[in-house]
């Protein structure tokens, strides 16, 4: 059974960093690219940003690009999204998601709550 | 950025009726790489549809999409209790996006 569990949000202040952990099991973890979706408050689904199955290649929206840095360890089957500089507007319910091979997102994690706060 | 547009906001119908939810693109959308999710409140949201109209693993067989190059559909053919939630579209092709999400409600 493909599992993802989300770990490591909580209340931060603007401008400060956050890490994010996402473990897999009940898959071939470097076999599939890996995202991260967010949802603000009553808003809809964001994708923030993915991460091919080798690590070699990683893309980012433009409103995280630079502060965000998605990254993996195919030995301990984890996904991590590191978030520096954060702003409220970050505030937001955070997804991590295995991409099929056409990359739709087929399982997501329950999520993980991060609040930007002063 | 290859905007999705849902409607309606929200939908108000009885369990056994029939739903029918659209999505737009502001560009075509390639190789039909659009998928549908239902999410629930405070969970994950759970694939329903893909390429279009290719039902996920498990995914009962009143639920089906139709569509291609901008304009998509999700249609329930009769409701049951468990299917009021929210309905996401996403499209794949460029990056990916989401839609605003189509709140099904019971009336």
């Known amino acids: 059974e493909v599992q993802l569990l989300e770990s490591g949000g909580g209340l931060v202040q603007p401008g400060e960093s956050l890490r994010l952990s996402c473990e897999a099991s009940?898959?071939?973890?470097?076999?599939?690219?890996m995202s991260w979706v967010r949802q603000a408050p009553g808003k809809g689904l964001e994708w923030v940003s993915a991460?091919?199955?080798?690590?070699?290649?990683?893309y980012y929206t433009e409103s995280v690009r630079g502060r965000f840095t998605i990254s993996r360890d195919n030995s301990e089957n984890i996904l991590y999204l590191q978030m520096n500089s954060l702003t409220d507007d970050d505030t937001a319910v955070y997804f991590c998601?295995?991409?099929?091979?056409?990359?739709?997102?087929?399982?997501w994690g329950q999520g993980s709550l991060v609040t930007v706060s002063s | 950025e290859n905007v999705l547009t849902q409607s309606p906001g929200t939908l108000s119908l009885s369990p056994g009726e029939r739903a029918t939810l659209f999505c737009r693109a502001s560009q075509s959308v390639r190789n039909s790489y659009l998928a549908w999710y239902q999410q629930k409140p405070g969970q994950a949201p759970r694939l329903l549809i893909y390429?279009?109209?290719s039902r996920a693993t498990g995914i009962p067989d009143r639920f089906s999409g139709s569509g291609s190059g901008t304009d998509f559909t999700l249609t329930i053919s009769r409701l049951e209790p468990e299917d009021f939630a929210v309905y996401s579209c996403h499209q794949y092709d460029t990056k990916h996006t989401f839609g605003q999400g189509t709140r099904l409600e019971i009336k």
């Open positions: 998601a295995r991409e099929a091979s056409h990359p739709y997102l087929d399982y």
């Open positions: 009940g898959f071939t973890f470097s076999n599939h690219a």
């Open positions: 390429g279009a109209s």
């Open positions: 991460i091919t199955g080798s690590g070699g290649n990683t």
